[in-house]
């Protein structure tokens, strides 16, 4: 059976596409009972859906085949020819293409006849099979239609086509800063990225901040980690390239990935957007292993490990990518994806509201943006440290309401009894009793920092007056979806220090101090 020769196809127009192409590719003499007229070759260009692409090619298209039947005036009997769709693919199987598989049963004929009418039909070769030459000296008509119908319809019997592994994104390295050992310095690196699936999207990514719980794991602080380890789940970029399943994200939109890029997507919390508390666990961003076997990273010994944004790209399931409003300037949104949904959670989720009076423990990261979104819900804001030094900046730059040091007696006097809820983002020892007392009657107790040692308190702190005590991680991805908008709605990033990738290692002892107004941020350009 010969083929018909492909060409590249390019967007003329510049606009987004995916291309069709239809191959019809004579069968005649291939088999038997199926015509002897002079061989012809059709070639259709269709463009479809919305992956951006310079060209086809051959190795990396996939394909369907049918058979149809035409009639040409210029010949006796009918031609049969194979039917080859191929379709430019972002993606891996196996994934059930409907679109390959009943595009054969529908409109076939039509479409022939219009190639025939609009496009060029070639005559690939003068002579056809039983001796048949050109149509000058057409051969007797031999055409079985029976036998065709009947093969027609036990090739319609079949079940649909299933697309196997090719790719128009293939699986590519990538640049990154990583940690070889545990408590090793962040170094250039290189890891590879999975193709584009069917359900991704791929980031090209310009920005990631640095929490601090980067340092803990790179450090191996925590649990015993993954090395090489890539840290980072404060992603921010622009999308390269998606999946033809995918329709709410385009290329070149503003997207994040926060701490999570998979979870199991059948438990209670999951269904409910909480995928942070997924049941079974959530495939964090980095440090942790593509577990699930619907991800194309699974493997039979536990998964593939996943690696974080201190890279140049990533790919992700789109519904692990959140969209990042355009007023907002990227570098500024990254520590959002953490930082930001950390403090917006807590305060959604247990009903925070316009009027009230909002404390907020600790300075840092966590702290700053506490500062910031509960000004913007429209709280009076308190800060509550154990430095005068950061009074200014709290009251200046941040614009809180009021200021209360730990250690000023009369500032402690002051603040009693005055707060409907605390976000405690301290993440070192201190005295939860003496912040409990700050809260009225029904105040809320938020603690989303990770104190090294377990807390304690009496249970008369909560009971007289009834407090509560709670806590909070990171939010879902419609509530990170909700804080970016909300984010965006007034104007809100986080202040943040951009850094190079070989200062990683040194950031990393300066946030440990303290020593960081709010923020790092890596700028991926520089690897």
């Not at 910031?372 to 009074?391: F, L, P, Q």
Request: charged share 25%; with cysteine.
């Amino acid at each position: 059976m010969s083929s018909i020769g492909s060409c590249p196809l390019r967007d003329k127009t510049g606009s987004d596409g995916r291309y069709l192409r239809m191959e019809l590719t004579c069968r005649s003499c291939n088999e038997n009972g199926y015509g002897s007229a002079p061989s012809r070759a059709i070639t259709l260009q269709v463009q479809s859906c919305v992956v951006a692409c310079a060209e086809i090619v051959d190795d990396m298209c996939e394909k369907a085949k049918s058979q149809i039947a035409i009639r040409f005036k210029d010949m006796r009997g009918v031609e049969v020819f194979d039917l080859t769709l191929r379709r430019q693919l972002q993606w891996l199987g196996p994934v059930e293409s409907d679109e390959l598989a009943t595009f054969p049963k529908v409109g076939v004929f039509g479409i022939a006849l219009i190639g025939v009418i609009f496009w060029n039909i070639k005559k690939v070769s003068g002579g056809g099979g039983g001796g048949g030459g050109g149509a000058d000296n057409l051969p007797a008509d031999d055409f079985d239609e029976e036998l065709f119908k009947e093969k027609l319809r036990e090739r319609r019997a079949k079940p649909a086509h299933v697309c196997s592994s090719f790719f128009l994104v293939p699986a590519m390295s990538c640049k990154c800063f990583a940690a070889m050992v545990p408590s090793g310095p962040l170094v250039p690196h290189t890891i590879e990225r999975r193709a584009v699936g069917p359900n991704d999207v791929a980031i090209d990514i310009k920005y990631a901040g640095i929490c601090h719980s980067d340092v803990h794991q790179a450090r191996d602080e925590w649990a015993a980690g993954i090395f090489p380890m890539v840290p980072g789940h404060e992603i921010a970029g622009l999308v390269t390239a998606v999946g033809p399943s995918v329709t709410s994200f385009k290329v070149g939109d503003k997207v994040g990935v926060g701490c999570m890029v998979d979870s199991c997507r059948e438990c209670q919390s999951c269904k409910e957007g909480d995928e942070n508390y997924c049941e079974s666990g959530a495939v964090m961003t980095y440090n942790g292993k593509h577990k699930y076997k619907h991800c194309m990273e699974h493997t039979e010994d536990g998964g593939t490990p996943t690696y974080g944004g201190y890279s140049q790209s990533i790919v992700v399931d789109k519904g692990y990518v959140c969209r990042i409003p355009d007023n907002l300037d990227l570098a500024g949104a990254a520590p959002l994806l953490c930082a930001g949904i950390t403090v917006f959670s807590p305060m959604a989720h247990n009903g925070l509201k316009a009027g009230q009076k909002l404390g907020v423990a600790g300075l840092g990261g966590l702290g700053a943006m506490a500062v910031m979104i509960g000004k913007a819900w429209g709280c009076e804001v308190t800060v509550i440290s154990r430095s005068e030094n950061k009074r200014a900046e709290a009251m200046s730059e941040l614009k809180a309401d009021k200021f209360v040091v730990m250690a000023n007696d009369e500032d402690v006097k002051a603040a009693a009894n005055s707060l409907d809820m605390i976000i405690d983002t301290i993440a070192a020892k201190h005295d939860i009793p003496t912040y409990l007392n700050f809260l009225k009657k029904d105040g809320k107790f938020v603690m989303v920092g990770v104190p090294p040692e377990p807390v304690s308190f009496h249970a008369f702190n909560i009971i007289p007056k009834r407090k509560t005590i709670t806590g909070s991680m990171i939010g879902g991805i419609r509530e990170t979806q909700e804080m970016l908008d909300f984010c965006g709605k007034h104007n809100i990033i986080c202040p943040y220090e951009l850094i190079s990738g070989d200062k990683i290692t040194e950031a990393y002892d300066r946030v440990v101090k303290s020593d960081v107004k709010y923020r790092f941020v890596i700028d991926t350009a520089t690897f």
